[in-house]
């Protein structure tokens, strides 16, 4: 059925059901490895692990960018929302984190895209613009760089529809 090497993934139940379902979903799933005299079902895992090394950047930046945001995230919990702060400062400094988590998710699922450069410059420069000019105004309430947000919003959502092609 399948070579040795894969073995324990046909002893999972659910990997057997999957492997089971009609050819759209299955496809989903499983690929076929050609240009071998016997057809041999592969994971797609395995497919995935072949991702060009510029593409796995963004993974790395990923984690900075995951470190920064717990980061200041606990700094906006234990200090920041403790002072005196006007409460809208208080919200923007939350978007900012929030944005800046699910950015950072998003980055991890660049290399699996079918132009992970493209993706992830623009996932990575919006995140950095949007959210950076959140949280320069919530910590100094200048609203000197407040004019680029829109443009990291702007670049967020060019990133996503990106992710798509």
């Not at 894969?6 to 059901?17: A, I, K, M, S, V």
């Not at 200090?79 to 991890?108: C, D, G, S």
Request: proline fraction near 5%; charge should be positive; hydrophobic fraction near 40%.
């Amino acid at each position: 059925m399948v070579g040795d090497s894969y073995g324990w993934l046909w002893n999972n139940p659910l990997t057997r059901e999957v492997a089971r379902c009609p050819k759209r979903v299955g496809d989903l799933i499983w690929s076929e490895k050609k240009g071998s005299s016997i057809q041999q079902v592969t994971p797609l895992l395995v497919d995935m692990l072949n991702i060009p090394s510029y593409a796995r950047w963004f993974v790395r930046i990923a984690g900075i960018s995951g470190a920064t945001a717990v980061a200041l995230g606990a700094y906006g919990a234990h200090v920041f929302y403790r002072r005196e702060y006007p409460e809208e400062l208080k919200q923007v400094y939350e978007t900012a984190n929030r944005y800046h988590f699910l950015h950072t998710l998003a980055l991890l699922g660049v290399p699996l895209c079918k132009r992970p450069k493209l993706a992830g410059a623009l996932i990575a420069t919006g995140t950095a613009i949007f959210c950076g000019t959140c949280y320069y105004y919530a910590l100094t309430g200048s609203k000197n760089v407040r004019q680029y947000t829109p443009y990291g919003g702007m670049l967020l959502i060019v990133g996503w529809l990106s992710m798509a092609l």
